[in-house]
């Protein structure tokens, strides 16, 4: 017997916060940037099958440009394992002009043979014209939830009113069908610009 079985391409797992919103201030405690960092999952399907996704979304609210470079993006599981080079996988690691936004998506992995996500920590490092800010969000793994599954159900009702001659009645019954199952966040690869 032969069996086969296909995969949807996409992002598994959930991590939390989705996403994390942070505030990134000056010395004076003056707003240079919103940011805001997500951690998309484990990518399932060509052709980045096993690398963990982190998108960093930056909103400019200085009068300098910003710019999060890739090389200084880094991603360990829960037990402290690196996942190794970064690399861009959508959007732009170009200079965030004042006003702007910025969107970038970094690629890890594949996972380190059994190391621990259900933690996971991302790091970077913004660049605020010729200075640095690093900063680090950690994320925790949510279990799914899935929707129970108890078949159909069929709900029935009867009414009635005996007289001497004979008795009216009436009734129906409304099928209701079984709810479907989704597989957990999954969603698709942001084109590739």
């Known amino acids: 017997m032969l069996l086969v079985a296909c995969s949807t391409p996409g992002y598994r797992g959930l991590w939390q916060p989705k996403p994390a919103e942070l505030l990134v201030t000056d010395a004076n405690g003056a707003p240079i940037a919103r940011l805001a960092v997500a951690v998309l999952g484990k990518w399932r399907g060509e052709p980045y099958d096993g690398e963990v996704h982190v998108r960093l979304r930056v909103e400019n609210t200085s009068t300098v440009p910003?710019?999060?470079?890739?090389?200084?993006?880094?991603?360990?599981?829960?037990?402290?394992?690196?996942?190794?080079?970064?690399?861009?996988?959508?959007?732009?690691?170009?200079?965030?002009?004042?006003a702007g936004t910025g969107l970038l998506d970094v690629g890890f992995g594949p996972a380190p043979e059994g190391c621990d996500l259900r933690g996971l920590q991302a790091r970077w490092v913004l660049m605020i014209a010729d200075r640095e800010s690093p900063g680090a969000q950690t994320f925790a793994y949510a279990s799914p939830e899935y929707v129970p599954y108890y078949g159909s159900l069929e709900l029935g009702w009867y009414w009635g009113w005996p007289s001497h001659s004979s008795t009216w009645s009436g009734g129906g019954s409304v099928k209701v069908p079984s709810p479907k199952v989704l597989p957990p966040h999954v969603t698709s690869l942001p084109p590739k610009k």
């Open 66 to 98: 910003l710019r999060l470079p890739v090389a200084r993006c880094e991603l360990f599981s829960g037990d402290l394992v690196s996942f190794g080079e970064p690399r861009l996988v959508g959007g732009s690691e170009e200079d965030v002009p004042p």
